[in-house]
């Protein structure tokens, strides 16, 4: 374990903009919808722990949202 501290962003309706990597920063972003990613997660094409607990995040929380709403228009 660690003291590291991480923060995660859901970012939406973004444009692409021009990558500015550090010299050591080897990137490859790629855009795919949050199902697909999510699938690569359980496929194991996505490894890296703070991706998967942030799509893991987005998810379960989306799923919570959707719920709430339905529950409040109900009832």
Do not use: C, Y
């Amino acid at each position: 374990m660690t003291g590291e501290r991480v923060h995660i962003f859901l970012a939406r309706d973004l444009t692409q903009g021009d990558a500015e990597p550090e010299p050591d920063e080897d990137l490859r972003p790629a855009w795919v919808p949050l199902d697909e990613a999510v699938e690569r997660v359980r496929a194991g094409a996505i490894t890296n722990g703070l991706a998967v607990a942030g799509l893991m995040a987005v998810v379960t929380n989306s799923a919570a949202s959707t719920k709430l709403a339905a529950n409040t228009r109900t009832g």
